[in-house]
T-cell receptor, first 112, second 112 residues
Framework: QKEVEQNSGPLSVPEGAIASLNCTYS??????FFWYRQYSGKSPELIMF????GDKEDGRFTAQLNKASQYVSLLIRDSQPSDSATYLC????????????FGQGTTLQVKP | DAEITQSPRHKITETGRQVTLACHQT?????MFWYRQDLGHGLRLIHY???????NKGEVSDGYSVSRSNTEDLPLTLESAASSQTSVYFC???????????FGPGTRLTVL
């Protein structure tokens, strides 16, 4: 079983729609959760982090965390073609080592 | 502004040659990480360091080495390059055990 799992996609949504990206993780003791965006040929860049159960909003982005279900998601409202990228979920380990475990990423395509 | 840089950005080498990839950060971060990214595997941790003179093996460390002589730099050396090491290499840094990792622009390495 992979430690951090994401559907590789592609996830295709029309412009203006809500894109929902999901991630599950296996280490129940994980404390920190991150979403990175990676454009083709570029490096990952941080979108959001979340530490506590519930929702965290930043502009058009909302991260949702449910530790009981070991599930973290990213919602992108009013999706734009510029949001087309691969989204990487990253999870810290329970041993608080500073290391992150990355999922393989979900490719999002926003069609005009 | 603080940043993290990698050099070279592109490198072509031959099987058996020693190759060193540079990573330099001006964030004054204690933690530095090297990843490789391949299709189907996502980001995989090669080596990491929590500070000067500290280095640790990641999940795919065979054939790679690092050294940390100062806070700013963590060079990655391929002792004897193999075709299986053709990949995109990312360096990242973070300041603490649960903190965000910031990525460099990456080095695309081709081993012929």
């Amino acid at each position: 079983q992979k430690e951090v799992e994401q559907n590789s996609g592609p996830l295709s949504v029309p412009e203006g729609a809500i894109a929902s990206l999901n991630c599950t993780y296996s280490d129940r003791g994980s404390q920190s959760f991150f979403w990175y965006r990676q454009y083709s040929g570029k490096s990952p860049e941080l979108i959001m982090f979340i530490y506590s159960n519930g929702d965290k909003e930043d502009g058009r982005f909302t991260a949702q965390l449910n530790k009981a279900s070991q599930y973290v998601s990213l919602l992108i409202r009013d999706s734009q073609p510029s949001d087309s990228a691969t989204y990487l979920c990253a999870v810290s380990g329970s041993s608080n080592t500073g290391k992150l475990i990355f999922g393989q990423g979900t490719t999002l395509q926003v069609k005009p | 502004d603080a940043e993290i840089t990698q050099s070279p950005r592109h490198k072509i080498t031959e099987t058996g040659r020693q190759v060193t990839l540079a990573c330099h950060q001006t964030w004054n971060h204690n933690n530095m990480f090297w990843y490789r990214q391949d299709l189907g595997h996502g980001l995989r941790l090669i080596h990491y360091s929590y500070g000067v003179q500290d280095t640790n093996k990641g999940e795919v460390s065979d054939g790679y080495s690092v050294s940390r002589s100062n806070t700013e730099d963590l060079p990655l050396t391929l002792e004897s390059a193999a075709s299986s090491q053709t990949s995109v290499y990312f360096c990242a840094s973070s300041s603490g055990s649960a903190d965000t990792q910031y990525f460099g622009p990456g080095t695309r390495l081709t081993v012929l």
